[in-house]
């Protein structure tokens, strides 16, 4: 991204990352939901995975590189109190509006949601990389008391993904009943 569009490395990252995946992610769907009954966990274990090791390699690009997600940087503004009043809400608005679009994006495209589910795992990346520029030794487990521990975070993190993985699993599988035109109630309640 950065020797091709080094202007928009920040989103062209994203994207180099993301769209290998879309049509594999689609047809190992596809084979999956024609051979067997409930092949949810199986997509939601590829996507979770996908998640770990994508947002992995955007915290050690970020780690090595501070300026080379520029446009994620900007988006890592978390105050760490998301308990509080307008902060909480608009966390929360931000959360539906981004799985909406992942369920959204995927219904209509297939696994598309992917792309978006990129994009997060570079922002939450790039926030994880900050966290441990900011940390020494056992403060990566502590914290301290300007700078939370990156463990902190797994938690809502951990609830947020899986929401948003959940979005493009369920996103893929309506795409694929309505491609295979599968609009039997027994469909769409599996």
Request: charged letters at 10%; proline letters at 4%.
């Amino acid at each position: 991204a950065n020797t091709l569009f080094p202007s928009e490395k920040s989103i062209m990252s994203v994207v180099f990352a993301s769209l290998p995946l879309v049509y594999p992610l689609i047809t190992k769907f596809m084979e999956d939901n024609k051979s067997s009954v409930n092949p949810y966990f199986e997509e939601f274990s590829i996507y979770s995975v996908l998640f770990v090791g994508q947002a992995t390699g955007f915290t050690l690009i970020s780690f090595f590189k501070p300026n080379a997600l520029t446009l994620q940087q900007e988006l890592t503004g978390i105050t760490g109190q998301f308990l509080g009043g307008e902060a909480f809400t608009e966390i929360l608005l931000n959360n539906l509006t981004v799985f909406t679009g992942i369920l959204a994006v995927s219904a209509i495209i297939g696994s598309a949601g992917v792309c978006i589910l990129v994009w997060n795992a570079s922002v939450l990346g790039n926030f994880i990389a900050s966290l441990i520029r900011r940390l020494e030794g056992f403060q990566l487990i502590t914290g301290t008391a300007k700078t939370a521990s990156p463990l902190a975070y797994v938690p809502h993190t951990t609830l947020e993904i899986s929401g948003f993985i959940l979005a493009g699993v369920t996103g893929s599988m309506i795409s694929i009943a309505v491609y295979r035109e599968h609009f039997n109630k027994q469909t769409w309640i599996n």
